[in-house]
């Protein structure tokens, strides 16, 4: 049983997904947790400043209690919410970049992968990056329980055989932003989702540019198969 099929009795995580490769499906790996593991982003790729790195195979118990659940907004409709429904993630890595002088939530780096047969991968593709770009259309993006939240298309590099971005800005009641930039990417029969969280001040910016968050993005596809 394929992670999708699997996913729609947990109802996990959202992604967009890509379209499938020039190749045909037998030139396809499809890597098993353990391989995916094996190929998430390190902390040498990361680079100078970020701590806290974490890597693992995602359990069925860290799943549930961890990652919980996003949905669609209600507009995407029922065959997207059913997609989204039918992604369970594999391996995951994390990491922080503590800022110097600030209190603030620092920013984090996520990145969560999974794979499958390229025909079930580009089913999906077409329903998740539709009810996505309704969601946008209406201000939403993905709904994450996050009041006066609203998102808008992010402009990303090309990446793997292809990618999709958002990006959500959550106010808050005391001030400053959340600004959280998602992107999905599919290379092969893999599906990354990376994700960077960044806690804005009053008056402060951002510590990292969409270039260096491109960079990043970058070698992590690389490191895929």
């Known amino acids: 049983m ?8 947990l109802g996990v995580v959202v992604v967009t997904l890509v379209l499938t490769s020039c190749g045909s499906e037998k030139d396809v790996t499809v890597l098993s947790a353990e391989e995916l593991d094996a190929v998430v982003l390190t902390l040498d790729d990361l680079g100078e400043g970020w701590s806290g790195y974490d890597h693992a195979v ?4 860290w799943r549930e209690e961890m990652m919980g659940a996003m949905d669609l907004c209600p507009e995407a409709g029922a065959e997207a919410t059913e997609a989204v429904a039918g992604l369970v993630w594999q ?3 994390e990491a922080h970049y503590p800022l110097e002088g600030s209190e603030a939530f620092p920013p984090s780096v ?3 992968l999974l794979a499958d047969e390229p025909g079930e991968v580009e089913s999906v593709f077409g329903l998740l990056r539709e009810g996505l770009r309704v969601c946008m259309e209406e201000g939403q993006g993905i709904k994450e329980g996050f009041e006066g939240a609203t ?3 992010m402009t990303v590099p090309h990446l793997g055989d292809e990618a999709f971005g958002h ?11 959340g600004d959280l930039r998602l992107v999905f990417v599919r290379k092969g029969a893999t599906l990354m989702f990376f ?3 960044e806690v ?3 008056d402060g910016d951002n510590a990292f540019s969409v270039d260096e968050i491109g960079e990043l993005l970058e070698r992590a596809v690389d490191r895929l198969p």
Request: hydrophobic content about 35%.
């Open 200 to 202: 804005i001040e009053v």
């Open 110 to 112: 996520q990145q969560y």
């Open 58 to 61: 995602i359990t069925q118990e």
């Open 2 to 9: 394929g992670p999708f099929r699997a996913g729609r009795v």
């Open 167 to 177: 990006r959500t800005h959550v106010p808050f009641p005391v001030g400053g932003h």
């Open 151 to 153: 998102a808008s298309p």
């Open 195 to 197: 994700q960077v969280l």
């Open 91 to 93: 391996a995951r890595a």
